[in-house]
């Protein structure tokens, strides 16, 4: 049984959907971020890799996800407090949640 923490982080855990299908994963993503949500108290973070990465980098096997579309569910769905960061170096962005 897993116990409520404080601030739970999934870091990576959305990346690599191998032979899925995106509306499949994209469901897969959902659900596990209600799971995160109901195990944390304070808040939850995750990254994913963004869609406004260069093409001819990209990978079949990875999802790429829109930060817009997980900015507004997460709005939506967990708190009225998210910061979508998408300023750093890396082909991610991250969403922070807090709950007040």
Known sequence: ????????????IFNVMLDALADEW??????????????????????MLTIYSDPD?????????????YFDYCK????????LLHDYGLWEFTILMRNF
């Open 1 to 12: 049984m897993l116990h409520p923490h404080d601030y739970v982080i999934a870091s990576g």
């Open 26 to 47: 994209e469901e897969y993503i959902k659900t596990h971020l209600h799971r995160i949500n109901s195990l944390s108290i304070k808040g939850f973070s995750f990254n």
């Open 57 to 69: 980098r990209m990978k079949d096997y990875l999802y790429y996800a829109d930060p817009c579309i």
């Open 76 to 83: 939506r769905y967990f708190s009225k407090w998210v910061a």
